[in-house]
């Protein structure tokens, strides 16, 4: 299989997601490309059509992450929870969706200072998908 994976959202010009997807599809033995998609919320309804059409999987980023949800047959624990999405598979036809934002910003907090989350104060700035997300692993 000759994967198909790119990452969606506006702005993402800027996104290193699609030399990070090629990377870890060879590290991991596998072909494929990734690109980027600009899509803002205007045309979020695209993102269904975009996805089975043209993807195996997407990356979704800014302002698309409540969209992505809406799109998914299956979610993740953390997804149902907060009602958001960062990354869709397409399996047999099935839209499946996960989000990993706040695991993975634990990984990273720990990985630099230590496990220093447990009785810690934290103020999370800003009210989107990777913010609930965050929240929702701190809180788990």
């Known amino acids: 299989m000759t994967w198909r994976v790119g990452v969606v959202g506006s702005p993402i010009a800027h996104s290193l997601s699609p030399l ?3 990377t870890g599809l060879k590290l991991c033995g596998l072909e494929g490309t990734s690109r980027r ?3 803002d919320l205007k045309g979020a309804k695209k993102l269904g059509t975009i996805l ?4 195996d999987a997407l990356s979704v980023t800014s302002p698309l992450k409540s969209a992505a949800f809406e799109l998914c047959d299956e979610v ?3 997804a149902s929870r907060t009602k958001s999405v960062n990354s869709l598979l397409v ?3 099935r839209v499946l969706g996960a989000s990993t934002d706040g695991e993975g910003f634990l990984n990273a907090v720990m990985r630099s200072y230590g496990p220093v ?3 810690a104060h934290v103020v999370v700035l800003g009210a989107g998908g990777a913010a609930s997300a965050i929240v ?3 809180v788990h």
């Open 76 to 78: 993740s624990e953390v």
């Open 136 to 138: 929702d692993a701190l």
């Open 37 to 39: 998609v600009e899509l």
């Open 117 to 119: 989350i447990e009785n």
């Open 52 to 55: 089975k059409a043209d993807f």
């Open 20 to 22: 990070l997807h090629e």
């Open 91 to 93: 399996r047999e036809g």
